[in-house]
C-alpha cells in the first residue's frame, strides 16, 4: 500500500535563510526541486528573512534533485556575493579617505591652537576635501564595479534557469 492510497504523505521540511531581495528567487526556484513554499518569516536584527518549504520524501528522483539544488544553492550563495562585492571595496575606499580628511583636520585643529595659522590653512584644505571626496569616490567606485559584476551575475542567472529547468523536467518525468 503506498501512501497516496492510504491517504498518509510523509513531508521532509526546510528553512532557508535568505537576504529579502533574494527571497522570490528562492521561492521560485525551489518549486523545480519539488518544494511547496508554506511562508516566510522576518529574522531578528539582519533584515534577512527565513522561508520555509516542504516536500513529499517519497519524491521520484531525489537524489538528481538535491544535486541540481546544491549547483542552485551555490549560484544564489555566488550572486549574493558578487552583490555584496559591488559596495564593499568602494565603501573601504570611502572611510580610508575621511578618516584621513579628519587626521588632516585634527592636525589643522591642534596648529590652530599653537597659533600657526598658515599650517592650519595648509592642513584644513586637504581634510575638508578629504570629507568631500568619498562621496564622489564611493559612486564612481560602485558604478564601476556594477558595470563589471553584471555581466557575471547575468551568467548565474541564466545558470540557475538552466538547472531549475533540469528540476523541473525530473519532477515531471
Do not use: H
Not at 65 to 85: K, N
Amino acid at each position: 500500500m503506498t501512501n497516496q492510497e492510504n491517504g498518509f504523505v510523509g513531508f521532509e521540511y526546510l528553512e532557508v535563510p535568505a537576504k529579502r531581495t533574494m527571497e522570490s528567487l528562492y521561492v521560485d526556484s525551489y518549486r523545480s526541486f519539488g518544494w511547496a513554499y508554506e511562508g516566510t518569516f522576518a529574522q531578528e536584527g539582519n533584515g534577512g528573512v527565513r522561508i520555509k518549504f516542504k516536500r513529499d520524501r517519497r519524491i521520484r528522483n531525489k537524489a538528481k534533485l538535491t544535486r541540481l539544488q546544491r549547483q542552485f544553492e551555490a549560484c544564489a550563495r555566488e550572486i549574493e556575493a558578487l552583490e555584496r562585492s559591488k559596495t564593499s571595496a568602494a565603501s573601504i575606499a570611502a572611510f580610508t579617505i575621511g578618516l584621513a580628511g579628519t587626521a588632516f583636520l585634527g592636525g589643522s585643529v591642534f596648529a590652530y591652537l599653537n597659533g600657526m595659522l598658515p599650517l592650519m590653512v595648509l592642513l584644513a584644505v586637504p581634510g575638508f576635501l578629504g570629507w568631500i571626496a568619498p562621496y564622489f569616490c564611493y559612486r564612481k567606485m560602485r558604478l564601476r564595479r556594477d558595470a563589471q559584476v553584471a555581466p557575471i551575475i547575468e551568467e548565474k542567472n541564466d545558470e540557475i534557469y538552466t538547472v531549475c529547468q533540469q528540476g523541473f523536467r525530473l519532477l515531471t518525468a
